[in-house]
């Protein structure tokens, strides 16, 4: 496996496995609507513009994909996907550490999940993250915000915790 940034070109193909790997998703919530299945190629090709997308490649193929953009300090991290026959062989949690070190001058990375996504639920939690805030769409969803704070932002607060005589 190769992580590596991805190129407008290869928008595509991560269109076509955004599609695959959000179906197990769509599965879980009985709801086929969700943005990563009716988002299209064009608004992916324009995500690229104002996001940093990686991509895994394993045999000449892109097994996985993540895009992230940073606002004000906060790396705001999005659509991790794995395609299904790759799933469980630590492509995700390469990615993600590829796009953190992308984004290392951030002091936050958040991202979101649905509450009955345990298989993310569990990857982020061993990666750092924790829940933060829950955000109700409708009766079958609700959206779980992590974060994960950097050593940067760490070292900031033990500065500001320490006390003058």
């Known amino acids: 496996m190769n992580v590596q940034k991805a190129r407008l070109e290869d928008a595509e193909e991560i269109f076509n496995l955004q599609k695959?790997?959000?179906?197990?998703?769509?599965?879980?919530?009985n709801d086929y609507t969700i943005p990563p299945l009716t988002q299209t190629l064009e608004k992916i090709r324009h995500d690229f513009s104002d996001h940093y997308f990686l991509k895994a490649v394993v045999n000449d193929q892109i097994a996985g994909s993540v895009k992230a953009n940073s606002v004000s300090?906060?790396?705001?991290?999005?659509?991790?996907?794995?395609?299904?026959?790759?799933?469980?062989?630590?492509i995700g949690t390469?990615?993600?550490?590829?796009?953190e070190e992308q984004f290392q001058t951030n002091h936050r990375y958040e991202l979101f999940t649905g509450h009955k996504s345990e298989g993310n639920l569990r990857l982020y939690r061993r990666l750092g993250y924790k829940e933060f805030k829950?955000?109700?769409?409708h009766e079958v969803l609700t959206?779980?915000?992590?974060?994960?704070?950097?050593?940067?932002?760490?070292?900031t607060n033990k500065q500001f915790s320490v006390e003058l005589d």
């Open 20 to 29: 695959l790997a959000y179906q197990s998703e769509a599965e879980i919530y």
């Open 73 to 90: 300090g906060t790396c705001f991290i999005g659509r991790l996907i794995v395609h299904p026959n790759y799933q469980r062989r630590g």
């Open 94 to 99: 390469q990615l993600m550490h590829t796009i």
């Open 134 to 137: 829950r955000e109700k769409v």
């Open 143 to 155: 959206l779980i915000f992590m974060e994960k704070l950097t050593s940067i932002d760490e070292s």
